[in-house]
């Protein structure tokens, strides 16, 4: 995805003030517009959901590829609309925030019993990006505050987003013929992830001059 979206990024820095003035006066205008990029989600999930089973592969789960090429794109021109796009977050956080409880609440009904009706397919973009702008929006209220461990955290967050992924392949395919209680496998899941993902980044990746560039970090440099 990076390498596809690379051109673009570099054609959108260039020639794109236009496009980020024009989306800035939009979303300072009616916040509710963010909603505006679901519209992709929704035809991605209608048209290619059922046609592309999730795999994860990178050769035939166009799916999947799709649907997180267009979070990614939009989370570079988001990122580009600087404090317009934060006073936003804060504004919907509640709308969001409600929005997400519904849909979630449609969804596992949905798969609970096992049904996949047509509204679903709209409902479930607007799921996850209801979440997302709703965490956006409480953070930027409430924990948008300077801090040593931020800045550690901002230092660590591309070293874990490289990790994370591996670490839960790994732990899925040693768990996902265990006979233990689905719930107990998601909380093993989840503090593997995050713990391995901590442990590999500070005692290995942080301290090795080699291992520091090829996870986005700078190498340190030796004191005189």
Request: proline share 4%.
């Amino acid at each position: 995805m990076s390498v596809l979206a690379l051109p673009i990024f570099l054609y959108i820095r260039n020639k794109g003030a236009r496009l980020f003035t024009s989306l800035k006066r939009l979303i300072e205008k009616s916040p509710l517009l963010l909603y505006l990029f679901v519209v992709p989600l929704i035809g991605i999930e209608i048209s290619l959901e059922s046609r592309y089973p999730l795999t994860m592969a990178l050769k035939d789960d166009w799916y999947a590829f799709s649907y997180y090429f267009v979070c990614f794109m939009a989370g570079y021109t988001l990122a580009n609309l600087g404090k317009s796009l934060w006073n936003a977050f804060i504004i919907i956080r509640y709308y969001a925030l409600a929005t997400g409880i519904v849909a979630s609440i449609l969804v596992l009904w949905m798969l609970s019993i096992g049904e996949s009706p047509l509204w679903l397919h709209f409902i479930k973009p607007v799921n996850v990006w209801s979440w997302i702008l709703s965490i956006f929006g409480f953070s930027a209220k409430y924990l948008n505050k300077g801090s040593s461990l931020l800045a550690y955290r901002n230092t660590a967050v591309y070293s874990f987003y490289i990790l994370h992924y591996t670490i839960i392949v790994i732990l899925g395919f040693l768990l996902m013929n265990h006979p233990m209680h689905v719930a107990f496998k998601m909380i093993i899941m989840l503090t593997g992830t995050y713990g391995l993902s901590w442990i590999l980044y500070e005692y290995l990746i942080r301290r090795s001059q080699i291992l520091r560039p090829l996870f986005g970090l700078k190498i340190k440099q030796k004191s005189r």
